[in-house]
Nanobody, 129 residues
Framework: QVQLEESGGGLVQAGGSLRLSCAAS????????MAWFRQAPGKEREFVAA????????HYVDSVKGRFTISRDNAKKTVYLQMNTLKPEDTAVYFC??????????????????????WGQGSQVTVSS
């Protein structure tokens, strides 16, 4: 199983940018589909973005399209989430996740958190208005 650790969260003003990183260790990383989720207080965990093992295909939730970019560096075993034009409603704890089962890519368009086997501890992102 893959172990994950997020970094890069913090406090930023609306309109600003942050980049989250997720470093992986342990078993295979390069073949895993990786994803970012977020959870705001009192709300369910929400899918944000996913990336396939080559980095050539991505999915995003509609609310972040055009503002967030997911990418990965398999040599560094790291996945990134570049967040631009941040809004107060982006405030949440952001989690990195790895799936250890090979699925069809369309299953990651709106995946449930339960399909991901490995999770990081989360990184707080706070956007002030």
């Amino acid at each position: 199983q893959v172990q994950l650790e997020e970094s890069g969260g913090g406090l930023v003003q609306a309109g600003g940018s942050l980049r989250l990183s997720c470093a992986a260790s342990g078993r295979t990383f390069s073949r895993n589909v990786m994803a970012w989720f977020r959870q705001a207080p009192g709300k369910e965990r929400e899918f944000v973005a996913a990336i396939n093992w080559t980095g050539g295909s991505t999915h995003y939730v509609d609310s972040v399209k055009g503002r967030f970019t997911i990418s990965r560096d398999n040599a560094k075993k790291t996945v990134y989430l570049q967040m631009n034009t941040l809004k107060p409603e982006d405030t949440a704890v952001y989690f990195c996740a790895a799936d250890n089962i090979i699925r069809t890519w369309d299953q990651y368009a709106r995946p449930a958190p339960s399909i991901f086997a490995s999770w990081g501890q989360g990184s707080q992102v706070t956007v002030s208005s």
